[in-house]
């Protein structure tokens, strides 16, 4: 089971996902497979719906099916990815962590099948910034956890605390958090040089990179790449189209990100095909 802070949405997911070699199902927030075609995408993306109390009390009984759904997944050593925090904000901030992986981590190690055996893996995810191309994102993965750090036979309620204070501490060390820097402009323009200048130093490792961003040490300066600003000209305006489509879509700024992800993957061969017919009316004309 991975368990990751999250703090842009179900962009979160897709970015995990797409660095790991096996399938993967995740939790995501229970409102958005409220409408019928959209749980179907959403299922088939292996998505697996989680209700909060604030999308309403009689949805909560729902969340025991998608407990079970879990733990068939890991009796099949297959890989479960929940965001520890229930909610997304984008910042750099961590909130109180919920109970969810203590659920699902206590039902499988008490059961008689494979899933006996499974491994906790925390993940921290770290943005530059939310809104806007070219940002850098890491994604560290943590040391994993396991059946024997925990008395999880005992009070859930002690289990549940214990367990998140180790992740808490955890996602610390994995992923850049402090609740002050989005509201300084300053420090938060010194950060996205800094992590810039941190990602493309690909002797450190993820954990370090992070240390040296706590430490907030003067950024390196490196020089901007020809290919970089090649590839920057061919996708800005495509992106500035995304970008001005997305709130069209869906109005909460939480999804914006994703939804402009979304968009550039799903049209990016149309805008290909676009861009080529072009270029060949202009090279015929010439």
């Given at each position: ?7 842009n949405?179900?962009?979160?997911a897709?970015?995990?996902g797409?660095a ?6 995740f939790?995501?927030?229970?409102d958005?497979?409220?409408h019928?075609?959209?749980a ?6 292996n998505?697996l ?8 009390k009689?949805?909560l009984?729902?969340n025991?099916?998608?407990?079970d759904?879990c ?9 479960v ?9 984008n ?10 992986p ?24 770290t ?5 806007g ?9 943590g ?10 036979q005992?009070?859930?309620a ?6 998140n204070?180790?992740?808490s501490?955890?996602?610390k060390?994995l ?18 040089h ?5 990602t493309t130093?690909?002797?450190m490792?993820?954990?370090a990179?992070?240390?040296d ?7 390196i300066k ?20 995304c ?9 909460q ?14 049209l ?7 861009l ?11």
């Open positions: 089971m991975l368990v990751a802070n999250h703090p949405s179900f962009l979160d897709v970015l995990i797409a790991l070699h096996r399938p993967t199902h939790l995501a927030r229970g958005a497979f409220n019928k075609t959209a179907k995408i959403l299922s088939s993306l998505m719906p989680v209700f909060r109390l604030s999308e309403g009689e949805n009984l729902k025991t099916e998608t407990f759904a733990q068939n997944i890991l009796e099949k050593n297959k890989i990815l929940i965001f520890a925090e229930g909610i997304s904000e910042n750099w901030e961590l909130r109180t962590l919920k109970k969810g203590a659920r699902i981590a206590k039902k499988a190690w008490l059961s008689d099948s494979d899933s006996k055996n499974m491994q906790i893996i925390p993940v921290g995810i943005y530059e910034h939310f809104i191309e070219g940002k850098n994102i890491l994604i560290n993965i040391k994993p956890l396991h059946k024997e750090d925990f008395d999880y005992k009070n859930e002690l289990f549940v605390k214990e367990l204070e180790i992740l501490n955890t996602f060390k992923a850049f958090i402090d609740h002050s820097i989005e509201k300084n402009k300053v420090a938060l323009t010194n950060f996205s800094h992590l810039n200048a941190l130093n690909y002797r490792s993820g954990e990179i992070i240390r961003l706590y430490q907030n040490k003067s950024p490196i020089k901007p790449r020809i290919s970089f600003i090649s590839a920057s000209l061919l996708f800005r305006p495509f992106y500035a189209f970008f001005w489509m997305a709130p069209k879509i869906v109005k700024k939480i999804f914006l990100d994703s939804i402009i992800f979304g968009l550039f993957i799903l990016w061969p149309l805008y290909l095909i676009i080529g017919s072009l270029l060949h009316l202009i090279l015929n004309f010439i």
